[in-house]
Each structure stands twice: as C-alpha cells, then as structure tokens.
C-alpha cells in the first residue's frame, strides 16, 4: 500500500522526509557502523548530536539562555504530576485554568502534591468557548498557573498569551507547540508530549526558566527532580535515545522549511480550509466551538444524521483518509492538522467532505 | 561503513533481522499506510500488536496468568522509586540486597518512600563475590526483598534465585532478562529497562504478581499507580509505541532463535570464550570477580598496563569492535555480551585480544 493521508491525533503523522532519512541510516548512523539505537547515550557521537537538537530547537523557538531545554520521558500526564512536586513547596496553591479534557486532567493528577485553585473554568459552556479572563480568581500568591495552550479532544485554543502577572505560567503545548512562534519568555514553563509535533511517542520536551529549578522541593526521589535533569543535560538515566533523535530530524526539517513563521502560516491556511468547508456545508457538518478560538490543530466536527458516521469513516478511508474518528468523549469525527500533515491532505480531505455531503444530504 | 560488532552495555545491540525488518517497514507497518510511529495506540492494529507481543512473551518466559505484563516508561531508575511507591505502605521496611552500582542505587532512589534495610551487601568486597547467604539479614514482615540479578557495571550475576521465603522478590533483570529461562513464579515483580535484551531504550518492561497491584498504595497521582496501568493495559497514557513494537519484534526473533534456552547455551559458549581468553592470557588481561558468579552479559576487564588502555580502544574500534571502554567508576574495558551479539562478534574478539597480548606483551 502506498502513504494515505494520516489525521491521527497522536500518534500523529511525522514528516515524510523525517521518516525517509531514519529509514536510510537506521542500520548505520553516522558512519558509525550501528543503528542510532544501538549506540551509547554516552558517546561522543550520541552527545554532538544532542547538542546541536538544542541548538536547533533554541534557534527555532528563540529560547532565551536563561531557561533549560529537556528531554524527558512519561508523557506529559507524568508532567501532571512531577511538575506541581517540583514546583510547589508543601502547603502551596496552584492556578489551574480549565478549558478542556486536557487541562482538567492535568489538575487532577497535581491534586495529590498541590493544592489546586480552579481560577477559571469553561466547563459549564461544555468547553466551547475559553473563560472569559475577567472571570479568572488568579491568586497572586500561587506557586503558578497553569494551562494548555491547545486542547486536542475539544478543539480550543488560546491565541494569545493569558496575562498572569508575576506569577510563572507553566502551558502544556503538547498539541500545539511548534505550530507557530511563541514568547518563550512569557513562560515560566512549556511542555509537550512529543507525539503531536516532535516526533514519536515516549519522549517529552520541557523549556523551562532556570531559577525555577532552584525552588526548594519536597524530599523525593533524584529521578523526579528537573534539576537533576537539567543538571545532567537530561542523561541522568538512559534518555529515549530514538526519540530524542527523531526530534532532532523534525527540528531540521522545520528549520529547511521556513522554521515557525512558515509553519504558521502553512497551518492557518490548512485550518481555514476545513473550517470553511464545515461552515459552508449548509449544515451536514458542524463544529460548535467559538470561532475566536477555533484550534488550528484539532478540528471536531459532526455530521448531521450520526447514522451516516460509520460510512463516513468507511469511505474516508477507503479513499487514503485515515484516522479521522473523533474522541469518544464527543463522538463524530476530529481532523488533526499538525505540522506534519501537507496543505495537500486537508484539500484532499475538503473535495472528499463536499463529495459525500453532495451524495447523502 | 559496514555494521560493527558492538559491545554497548547499553543502549545496545540490536538483532540485525529485527533493525531490518523495522527498516522495511519504516514507512508503510501491516499494510495501514503510515508508520507504526504514526499509529494510534488505541486503533485496532496496535491493540492487535500489542495483544500478540504479550502472547509471545507470556510464551517465551513461562509468566503463569496471576502475573501482569506491563509496558511502562522512565527507565528501570524511576521504578527504583515507583516500586516503594506502590509496594510499601507508609512506614513499612523493605530488604535490599547490594552487589553493586545498581542494587546501591535501587536503595538510595526507594529511601524517599519506604525504611531502606540493608539485608545484605558485597560492597567491603568491593563488589567481586556476592553476599554469602549466611550473612542476609531478612526481615519476614518486609514488603518485599530487592535484588538486582545482574549487576552491569561491576560484571556480577546471580546463577540462582535467592530464597527469601513468604516475602515477594522484586528483581531489577534489566541486563539478564531473556538470557536464559527464569522461573518467574519465584518472583513477585521482575523489570527491566528495555536497552540491553528487549529493545531500545525508554521502554521498560514489567511482570507483577497481580496480587501486589492490590496493595494499598499512599496517596499519588493516578499515573503512578501500576494498578492503573494493569488496569489499561499500559495505555493509561501514551505509551512508547516504537518502543513496544521493537520488543515485539525481538521477541519474534527470540522464538525463531530456540527460545531462552538456546539464548542460554549461546550465552554460557560466548561468556566462556572471553573468560578463557582473559584467564589464559598470563596475566596481560585479567577481571577479578569470583569465578561463581561472573556475569554472563556484562565482562569487565583491565589490561595489565594501563597505559595501553588508549591504543587498546584505538585498536580494537579500527578492527571493528566498538564500545569496549569500560564504566567510569572501574576503568578498564568492558565487553557486553547481550543476546544479539553473536558468538562470532566475541570470537572477532579474543582473537584480536590475543593478537594485541602478543604485539604488546
């Protein structure tokens, strides 16, 4: 079989030039003679290429000196977890913005080592619409605040910066980091999942402000401490080393195509397609979120009869769509329009909507 | 450059049919399109996959069905905390058994979470011989006994199962497992990083009584409870996918390969042939450990001049054998000899070790 086009939400697609380059070097890396898996995250060669991932991602992101880049591993729900024990000292609150499925889990597993204000939530409008921010009860004593800057099964965004004062704004980026520039310094944290837009699952990416390593922790295991992996340029035990290299290929090929300003563009046009296409379609498709903050990266969206879900997803793929069944929690269908997925895919995807719209409405 | 023969004590050696075969189908996994990178780990075919991977190793090891087979990630070092974590309730004691870097570590990481007793240790002996079994001070009401049955830096494996009586045995195998057949009945939990037998690294491996997964475990996030990934069958959050499908194929070729106990006779012949060559080479190579419990994977050596420890490396990488420096912490050479490298990899060897005995002698 040939490629289809891949909408997964995550795993997601990877760039096709990214996964040629790993197919050509898999048995020899680098004139090395072995895979990159089978080579010590120790080595010379293991650690050049390391140093210049960061350099790249730094260049790419324009992340300032003053923060640490991390390659961890857990996902980011053991993020959920690690970052409230890193960077809350006993007895301190949080700020917790809800505006989906995402962000309420990541208060959830916080809830054992911190203790979790919900400053702001959308649950009540069922996560269509962000909180509007004169609703948010942010306390200027929390030990930060946290958010997800994209939610990927209820399809939300933020588009701008939440102003946060002086507090440190931790975001879960795991479905939209990448996708377009961001002010690092803004932040006093990002995270991200790597299965969106880094690369294979199994690796998490973590950018954050080096003094907020040095708050006094709890008393807990080494391998829980980011500063411990910081301080260990992230090989305090034996990192993902395919991850971390597959995520280095992926930076390159940003960096060959334009880097984040290409990258952005190349998603709004991608997002405006199907969201027109669901708008325009006199109704046989919707997506009910508010249009202000719209995700550019997932797209829900229902049909009208839900009887004719089970040959949507059958058709669609029998004409190389793939992975277009939306979450369970909402049902219907999602499209997931990260980095790796061409202009070419959302208008194949479109022509097949308009198609079976004009054949069953 | 052709492929080497590589020595890594990990991440290391792959099986050559399994890094080709991955290769082939790099782009394009079971006909679906995409990679199995780009898989969902909630579609049909991984679940499928997954499903299969289980049965092969269930096989393969003998894991009676009261056990649980996890596929987890953070490396066997996080569960040298998570293991306390979910094994010992507040205040409770566990008995570690030392003989070397690893088991040492295993203690220090678990002493957040559970009363840390010494049971037993080689460490006066520098390592060299285990713990004589008169010497262990067990303690019946423990939550459990943690030994490590092979020790990677210092070279030492233990040949037998401890007898610890009622108390469940919790074995770190990361670099003995699939080396030869282990009654897993004897064990209450067995894990193991993935990067030495099972596949690359970011992986780990976990077989629990499931009966342990019932104790009750101090408040945490939901993330670290192994009941909960029991109970999700490791897809509480995004697994490694990469990771599991490489296992599966390792397992694969495992059972095309005779089994653990053709691995085990391949093994003992390989271990043998180094050990002969360093005990008959008068002296010029030499590796202390008492001759009943070296290690099977893990051969550290010095040479008899330490000087010639630079051209030794030199040498050898220019003859194609990679990876021979040994640990930081023992100096020396050290040769790993996991299941994918093949007997003629360690004859290459001990010929080119006896060659550079007789130039520089």
Same mark, same amino acid.
């Given at each position: 079989m040939s490629r289809i086009w891949n909408f997964s939400a995550g795993p997601a697609a990877l760039p096709l030039p990214v996964l040629e380059r790993a197919q050509r070097e898999l048995l020899d890396w680098n004139s090395s003679g072995a895979s990159v898996m089978e080579q010590?995250?120790?080595g010379k060669r293991f650690i050049a290429m390391t140093e210049q991932i960061e350099a790249d991602l730094r260049e790419l992101m324009g992340i300032p000196s003053d923060y640490a880049v991390l390659f961890l591993q857990g996902g980011a729900t053991q993020h959920f977890a690690q970052i409230p024990m890193n960077l809350a000292g006993e007895g301190e609150s949080a700020d917790y913005i809800i505006t989906g499925h995402w962000s309420e889990k990541a208060a959830s597993e916080a809830a054992p080592y911190v203790r979790v204000n919900v400053a702001a939530t959308s649950k009540a409008d069922n996560y269509l619409r962000m909180p509007s921010h004169d609703t948010w009860h942010l306390? %200027?004593?929390?030990a930060y605040v946290h958010i997800a800057t994209n939610e990927t099964i209820h399809g939300v965004e933020f588009e701008d910066v939440p102003r946060v004062g002086d507090v440190p704004l931790v975001a879960d980026?795991?479905?939209?980091?990448? @996708?377009w520039p961001v002010d690092v310094s803004r932040y006093g944290l990002i995270y991200a999942g790597?299965?969106?837009?880094?690369? %294979? @699952?199994?690796l998490v990416l973590m950018i954050v402000r080096r003094d907020l390593l040095e708050r006094q922790a709890r008393p807990m295991a080494k391998i829980f401490r980011y500063a411990e992996h910081a301080a260990n340029s992230s090989m305090l035990n034996t990192p993902n080393t395919w991850g971390w290299y597959l995520a280095g290929l992926t930076f390159q090929w940003l960096k060959e195509n334009g880097g984040l300003q290409a990258m952005a563009e190349r998603n709004r046009l991608k997002a405006a397609l199907l969201y027109t296409a669901i708008d325009g379609s006199g109704g046989f498709y919707s997506n009910p979120v508010d249009p202000a903050v719209r995700s550019r990266m997932n797209v829900p969206f229902t049909l009208h009869d839900s009887a004719l879900d089970s040959l949507f997803l059958q058709e669609s793929e029998a004409a190389?769509?793939?992975?277009l069944k939306g979450h369970k929690a909402l049902g219907g269908m999602r499209a997931s329009l990260y980095n790796?997925? %061409?202009v070419e895919a959302v208008q194949t995807l479109v022509v097949f909507m308009h198609d079976f719209a004009a054949r069953h409405g």
């Open positions: 010590s995250h120790r306390d %200027p004593k929390a980026m795991s479905s939209n980091i990448l @996708s790597a299965q969106k837009n880094i690369g %294979p @699952s199994g190389g769509l793939m992975a790796a997925v %061409p």
